[in-house]
Nanobody
């Protein structure tokens, strides 16, 4: 059974930094892609960053230059380094995994196969 476990969320002041971690278990092959989404109450889950098995990365525009995704799809680990945090970054952050190939469209949540339970990130202004 595949499980994704996030950690590293918390409360931080605007301008500060946080590092999220995700470890996936129950899958012995290299993931097609690992990524991060976020969600605030009443809104759809939003793509934040993705890492393919070929080590290519993608980011949603509002986080470019501030967030950095890293990890190893063969070792089932992915991290999200978040710098210069803003109040708009406040959300529950979810780790996502695509089993065989990377999603055709990283931004579409239903194209990802597995999800973690989420970790809360709160940025105070």
């Amino acid at each position: 059974q595949v499980q994704l476990a996030e950690s590293g969320g918390g409360l931080v002041q605007a301008g500060g930094s946080l590092r999220l971690s995700c470890v996936a278990s129950g899958h012995t092959s290299t993931w097609g892609a690992l990524g991060w989404f976020r969600q605030t109450p009443g809104k759809d889950r939003e793509f934040v960053a993705g890492l393919s098995r070929f080590n290519t990365t993608r980011y949603v525009d509002p986080v470019k230059g501030r967030f950095a995704i890293s990890g190893d799809t063969a070792k089932s680990t992915v991290f999200l380094e978040m710098n210069s945090l803003k109040s708009d970054d406040t959300a529950v952050y979810y780790c996502a995994a695509s089993k065989i190939t990377a999603p055709t469209n990283y931004y579409v949540a239903r194209q990802w196969d597995y999800w973690g339970q989420g970790t809360q990130v709160t940025v105070s202004s």
